[in-house]
């Protein structure tokens, strides 16, 4: 299935300082993906192919990838990918043209495209251009189960399509090619259910204090002391408790 693009495009800056402008044509999705991360395949992959700007006829310059995984990226209805599968509601046929409108601009407005790797390749497909200058984002963007099945129910899992092996081509090596990466590691963060046990840690001992400064002001025989001197507790979350007490 293929896209064709209206209009957009944007400026890659090389790693030598060097940049070129490139202009929008179409974007396909290959099921599984095609780039692996770690040796592992997504389950969905988009590609948007670009021309250099200005060129008739166009001279294919660069890909922009983008992955798609439910364990990775998570198993939530994509909204862009209902965008782009009501291609398939329209009951569309292999080789036939469906308009439909798709806004490619917001979905990569909410991609954090700060982060990303860099290498020279070619096209995946005809004409397998050479000296194609690839970008794959490292964001994985989620996909609900029932939306990737109308990828795989094209691709990787028709058994009538190249024996159900999908749509994408065996990765190549890199061999003399150099692979960069923009963006460093993401710094972990704390998990919600982590704060959750905190928070309630944080609870039981601000509720067990304030029962002992009860205690304390009111019952001090129970902790067999008698009233007296003037102390200060203080809880780990900043709270403060006067009480008074003395030895027996």
Not at 24 to 35: K, R, T, V, W
Not at 61 to 77: N, R, T, Y
Request: aromatic content about 10%; some cysteine; overall charge negative.
């Amino acid at each position: 299935m293929q896209v064709a693009v209206a209009a957009g495009g944007f400026e890659k800056i090389f790693e030598d300082g060097s940049s070129s402008d490139f202009s929008a044509l179409q974007f396909h999705f290959h099921a599984p993906s095609e780039n692996t991360i770690d040796g592992k395949h997504m389950d969905l992959e988009m590609h948007i192919v670009h021309k250099y700007a200005g060129t008739d006829p166009a001279k294919y310059g660069a890909v922009l990838g983008f992955m798609f995984d439910m364990e990775h990226g998570g198993p939530g209805k994509n909204h862009f990918i209902d965008q782009v599968t009501k291609v398939f509601a329209n009951g569309s046929a292999p080789g036939a043209n469906v308009s439909s409108e798709v806004w490619l601009e917001g979905f990569i407005d909410a991609i954090d495209t700060e982060r990303f790797w860099s290498f020279d390749g070619s096209l995946t497909t005809p004409p397998c251009s050479e000296g194609i200058k690839w970008t794959v984002f490292e964001q994985i963007q989620p996909i609900s189960a029932d939306q990737l099945k109308k990828f795989t129910d094209l691709w990787a899992g028709n058994p009538n399509y190249a024996e159900g092996k999908g749509n994408n081509r065996v990765v190549q090596p890199l061999n003399s090619r150099t692979l960069h990466r923009v963006g460093g590691p993401k710094p972990k963060s704390v998990s919600d259910e982590t704060l959750v046990i905190v928070s309630v840690l944080l609870g039981f001992s601000m509720v067990g204090l304030i029962a002992l400064a009860a205690i304390v002001a009111y019952k001090p025989s129970v902790l067999g002391l008698h009233k007296g001197n003037s102390v200060q507790v203080q809880s780990a979350a900043g709270s403060q408790f006067n009480t008074e007490m003395s030895e027996k």
